[in-house]
Every structure is written in structure tokens, then in C-alpha cells.
């Protein structure tokens, strides 16, 4: 019973980060209708950029979010006005190609300027933690938590009660109305694609906090954006967060799977991108729209 406990605080501590992970990819597919494979690498930014901020002025990384969601905010909503704008309406064939395209682009500078070396932050709280109930509890993981459930509701909130989040919104239900309405759609999808790559910042420098750092570390990331984007709904704040917490619990409880098939031994912790990849065909199968699916109102 103490492990299972265990295993459930270890998948929601980690789906707290999947859930930052994936809230900017969903935004981005289910509003501009783009499959940003860049988002990975846009993570990777955020987490570089922590970690030079840590080393060269010992900047807490937490103190770094905000540094980390700006500096990729306005990356990402350039990025848009002067390459993606043009092929917005394209088939989503071109727009996957040209943000494949972009990916490369972006790991391959920061091999150039970080090199491909494991990298690491360590703070005077990386590896401290706490034991409740029998359930250890790292205390980075947990603020990491708050901190993404403290951004999803500011998410939701700045979505539905401001003037660009309501455009944003009415954009996502029917691109005409909103234009006839008044809204500036191109300016609405910079804006949707520069916050996207500002909460992937955001993600990254949550990551780089337990994770080593590597210009592809983002890959993985990008898999398991995509299968919480499918399993909580695209284009749903609550559904990320939903998504990302089920996933985490599932992906913690599946690690622990210990079996052998004829001579072969097979561990659970080697099996995470299958998982993946098993959780996305089930949630396809039984429920396509997602546990909350697309958000309409």
C-alpha cells in the first residue's frame, strides 16, 4: 500500500510539469491548427537559459520563470510574424514540415553553443525532500507543482475574463465570426503562438530543476505533449492539466511493471515511450475528443 501511494505522489508530481508541457502545444493545435513540432526545442531554451542564468549570476531558478516566459514569448510571437504567418492557412503538412525545419535549427544552435555535454543545476534544495505518511516527497517537485497549478488557473482566468483571452477564445470556436467581429486574427495567433513558447519556457526551466540538460532534451517532451494533448482535449487549460496529471499517474505506476517473457526480462522503467504511445491508442479508441475535450465556450 506504501509503494502504491508512493507511485500515485511521484505520477502527480510529474504530471504537474506535464501539464506546463503541454498547455502552450495544446493551445497551439487546437486554436492554430499547427502541429509545433518546435515546441520541444523551444522547452530546451527555457532550460538553457535557466542554467546560464544560474551559472553566470546565480539566478535561482525559480526567480528565472518569469525571465525564461518573456524571453520566450517574444521568440515565439516573432517567430510567427515572420515565418509561420506566411504559411498559416497552408495544409498542416507544411506548417509540421516547417516547424520540423525550425526544431533542427534551434537544437543544432545550442549544440554549437552549449555542446552536446549533460548539463545540471544543483541547488542548495536539489535532492532535499520530506516523508509524510511514509510517502517521500522531494520539495522541488512539489513547488513545481504548485507552480503549474498556480499557472493554469492563471491561464484559465486570463483566457476567460480578459479582452485578448475572450479574442483568443472566439477565434478558437469559428475564425469567421471572430473576424467579423473585429479580431485581428493574425496578431491573435503571435500572440497564441509566442504564449505557447513562453509556458514551453516556463516548462523547461521547471524541468532543468530534475532533469539533466542536453540540446535534445526536449524530444521526449514533445511525445508526451502530444499524447496529453490528445488525452485531456486540445485547446482546454483544464484539460492539460487533467490530461497531464493522468498521464503522470499512469506513466509512475507503469515504470513499476516487472515481468519476463520467455528468457527476456523486461522492466516497466524502460518502457516509458510505449506507454506513451499505448495510453495515446486507448484514449483514441475509447474516447477520440479527450477526457474534457476542445473548448467551446
Known amino acids: 500500500m506504501q509503494l502504491l501511494a508512493q507511485d500515485l505522489v511521484n505520477g502527480i508530481l510529474a504530471g504537474g510539469i506535464l501539464a506546463v508541457v503541454a498547455l502552450g502545444f495544446s493551445l497551439v493545435w487546437g486554436i492554430m491548427n499547427i502541429i509545433n513540432l518546435a515546441h520541444g526545442a523551444f522547452i530546451m531554451l527555457g532550460a538553457y537559459l535557466t542554467y546560464q542564468l544560474f551559472q553566470s549570476f546565480h539566478v535561482d ?5 518569469p525571465i525564461s516566459f518573456v524571453a520566450l514569448f517574444v521568440l515565439g510571437y516573432l517567430i510567427q510574424r515572420s515565418l509561420i504567418n506566411w504559411v498559416a492557412r497552408a495544409p498542416i503538412l507544411t506548417t509540421f514540415l516547417l516547424t520540423f525545419g525550425l526544431s533542427l535549427l534551434l537544437v543544432n544552435i545550442a549544440e554549437i553553443v552549449w555542446t552536446g555535454d549533460r548539463r545540471g543545476i544543483t541547488t542548495v ?15 522541488v517537485k512539489l513547488w513545481t507543482l504548485l507552480v503549474a497549478l498556480a499557472i493554469t488557473a492563471a491561464m484559465q482566468i ?3 475574463r480578459t479582452k485578448t483571452g475572450r479574442a483568443i477564445r472566439a477565434t478558437s470556436m469559428d475564425i469567421g465570426a471572430a473576424q467579423l467581429s473585429g479580431v485581428r ?7 497564441v503562438y509566442g504564449l505557447s513558447a ?12 530534475s532533469y539533466a ?6 524530444d521526449p517532451f514533445l511525445i508526451k505533449a502530444f499524447v496529453v494533448c490528445v488525452l485531456g482535449g486540445l485547446g482546454s487549460v483544464e484539460g492539460a492539466l487533467i490530461g497531464g496529471l493522468v498521464y503522470g499517474i499512469v506513466e509512475a505506476f507503469a515504470t513499476q511493471l516487472d515481468f519476463t517473457i520467455g528468457t527476456q526480462h523486461i522492466s516497466g522503467s524502460g518502457l516509458q515511450d510505449a506507454i ?12 477520440p475528443t ?8
Do not use: E, H
Open 61 to 65: 531558478p525559480f526567480l528565472s520563470l
Open 125 to 139: 534544495y536539489t535532492g532535499v525532500s520530506f516523508t509524510a505518511l511514509g510517502v517521500t516527497v522531494p520539495w
Open 158 to 160: 486570463w483566457l476567460t
Open 185 to 191: 486574427t493574425p496578431q491573435i495567433y503571435a500572440i
Open 198 to 209: 513562453g509556458l514551453a519556457g516556463v516548462a523547461g526551466t521547471l524541468i532543468a530543476l
Open 213 to 218: 540538460l542536453t540540446p535534445t532534451m526536449g
Open 276 to 287: 506513451a504511445l499505448i495510453v495515446l491508442l486507448i484514449v483514441l479508441i475509447v474516447r
Open 290 to 297: 479527450g477526457i474534457v475535450g476542445k473548448a467551446t465556450a
